[in-house]
């Protein structure tokens, strides 16, 4: 092994708050080569990324570090602001977990880059602009030179994290540490992006610390891996060592409570309730439902007004006792679908009938008689919950509302009653959403939309944002509350291993319109369409072995935009009139084998050129 370029011994950073001193990290020693990646593990909380930052010379005011951190052999701690300015974003950068709040809004992509040239390598001018053109096309991002000159409000998800990249790595630095670089990404933007660093890593002799709580990035991307809980590590070693052989209890937990795609039920873990039967009535007929926004893209008094189609046209039926699972990637139509089934947002056409009724033209005051039936999770539940109200107040609102005549005391026995259904104990009734973890407030979520006992359970991404064992949790608390109340639920999430743990049904969008339907087995087993292998592909899975030897179905660029009409058609080109505004042919649903659907597409002959461009009109 060649030196290491970064090593870390005794390191211990202590925080001074109002409530004493907190200890949170406590003694870490590791070492990264050059060319190696190492993982940092651990759930929120472990010091994972004080860790990275400490490294950086990047620690809060109120912050004490103890110990060495040597780059390169020059050590860190208490390292001059001079000497620090002249090794960050030149000799080792960071990409931070939220790309937008990191991108400066008022400045371009192009400024900030040129902007690290300047202060680094004295590059200014057409040179600077041809090395950032260069790596915003290294990144994959299409129309590179256009990108310079756009803000990052203007870029996806997966764009931001790419220029994030592309920034870190202008400077050809030694050591690139990466905290939860993929969390909020796609599934196949995560790949494209863990693709990218890999390359990195492989061709220009990168080190990278990559720090995350997905066991299956791990698996595909780290050499080493460093486990940690509470400030301290627990257990190190290589990839095989950490998968295969776990020595530590919470090395086992952690990956005992990774979600795996090609294992929907784990011994231990409640199992799906089961599937009803086609003769049960439906609770949902949801039947060509379309949702369309009025988008203004010439800006000013003279713009021109295209529609956005969110949702283009979905069926599909939704029994009692039954999880239906909406999967695809940011913008596919996941939430506004979900929405447009509650009457949140209006439809712009089909209908949505509810136990027989079609709801879509109800009136407000029809549906808040019908809301006692219809709830909702969403996805961050500190936004959802009321800061000012304690949890019973909030878990006890929704009662408030549908059932006046209880009394206040019936109404807090209620809800004392109920949450240790969700596992809360009673004792947090009295508590505040900042003063629980976000797992125990989303537990609250699912409290107060399950207080009214609903016949139908929405969870938009409800969890996405936790920490693998409280995803776990919160899982098999979904799957025990259905079997007791025989519940419908649609379960939306990016994450294709969790929904085919809670899902009976599968479906996958894409730009508003359905591209397969089918039972959890059945879509994972014999995908069909293009999109669908594509997907579940991208997803990594906690096995160092078979992400090394996995061959992967790719999808080459972004999302293309979706006011271009010819952008649903991307799998069937053989139709498309070329003009982004025609109406184009919509690809029919076929019955491939009984209850397994799949939309009309071309021969699948590789992926390259599988996205449209996005037009300049678009």
Not at 563 to 588: C, G, T
Request: with cysteine; charged share 25%.
């Amino acid at each position: 092994m060649s030196d290491p370029i970064l090593s870390v011994r005794d390191l211990k950073i202590d925080f001074d708050t109002p409530d004493g001193t907190v200890n949170a990290v406590k003694g870490t020693s590791f070492e990264v080569a050059p060319g190696e990646c190492v993982g940092i593990v651990g759930e929120s909380g472990s010091g994972k990324s004080q860790s990275a930052l400490a490294a950086m010379g990047l620690i809060a005011d109120n912050g004490t570090v103890t110990g060495s951190v040597k780059f390169g052999g020059q050590e860190m701690v208490g390292a001059k602001a001079s000497t620090l300015r002249k090794v960050r974003g030149a000799q080792m950068s960071m990409i931070f977990q939220d790309p937008l709040t990191s991108l400066t809004p008022h400045m371009t992509v192009g400024a900030q880059m040129r902007e690290v040239l300047a202060l680094h390598k004295g590059l200014k001018g057409e040179a600077a602009t041809k090395r950032c053109v260069d790596w915003l096309e290294q990144v994959r991002i299409p129309e590179a030179r256009r990108r310079l000159d756009q803000f990052p409000h203007e870029l996806s998800g997966g764009m931001r994290q790419r220029v994030m990249v592309a920034i870190a790595m202008l400077c050809g630095p030694k050591l690139l540490l990466a905290d939860e670089p993929t969390t909020a990404l796609d599934v196949t933007v995560q790949a494209q992006v863990l693709d990218l660093m890999y390359d990195l890593k492989k061709d220009t002799g990168t080190g990278i610390v990559l720090i995350t709580h997905d066991m299956g990035v791990v698996a595909r991307m780290c050499d080493r891996v460093v486990v940690m809980k509470d400030g301290e590590i627990v257990e190190t070693g290589t990839s095989d060592d950490i998968f295969y052989a776990p020595q530590h209890d919470y090395t086992k937990m952690l990956l005992n409570a990774v979600p795996r795609i090609d294992q929907p039920n784990r011994e231990g873990r409640p199992k799906l309730g089961e599937v009803p039967q086609a003769a049960t009535e439906p609770l949902v007929k949801a039947r060509d439902v379309k949702v369309q926004f009025p988008v203004n893209i010439g800006g000013g008094l003279f713009g021109k007004t295209k529609m956005l189609r969110a949702v283009d046209g979905v069926s599909f039926d939704l029994r009692p006792g039954e999880t239906l699972g909406v999967v695809g990637e940011s913008g596919c139509g996941k939430s506004t679908l979900a929405r447009a089934v509650l009457n949140l947002v209006p439809s712009t056409a089909g209908t949505v009938a509810w136990m027989g009724r079609d709801i879509t033209q109800a009136s407000h005051k029809e549906m808040n008689n019908l809301r006692d039936d219809l709830q909702i999770v969403f996805q961050d539940p500190l936004a959802s919950l009321d800061p000012r109200m304690t949890i019973g107040q909030s878990i006890a609102e929704p009662l408030t509302v549908h059932k006046p005549e209880l009394s206040k005391a019936e109404r807090e026995k209620q809800v004392k009653d109920f949450l240790p259904r969700v596992g809360l104990s009673p004792a947090l009734i009295n508590r505040y959403p900042h003063e629980l973890s976000g797992g125990q407030n989303q537990r609250v979520g699912i409290a107060r939309a399950m207080i009214l006992r609903p016949k139908l359970l929405v969870c938009d991404e409800a969890v996405s944002a936790l920490d693998v064992s409280v995803q776990a949790q919160v899982v098999d608390l979904l799957i025990e509350l259905q079997k007791e109340f025989d519940l419908a639920m649609i379960f939306i999430s990016h994450d294709l291993s969790v929904v085919r743990e809670i899902s009976h049904r599968i479906m996958v969008l894409y730009l508003g319109k359905v591209v397969e339907l089918a039972d959890r087995h059945a879509i994972y087993e014999d995908a069909r369409h293009p999109y669908t292998k594509a997907l579940i592909s991208a997803v990594p899975t906690p096995d160092p072995k078979f992400e090394r030897g996995k061959d992967r179905v790719k999808l080459h660029g972004d999302l293309p935009s979706p006011l271009d009409r010819r952008s649903p058609l991307r799998f069937m080109k053989s139709v498309i009139v070329d003009d982004p505004d025609a109406e184009q042919y919509n690809p029919k649903l076929i019955e491939v084998a009984p209850g397994h659907l799949v939309a009309e597409h071309d021969p699948y002959e590789g992926v390259e050129g599988l996205y449209l461009k996005r037009t300049e009109a678009a």
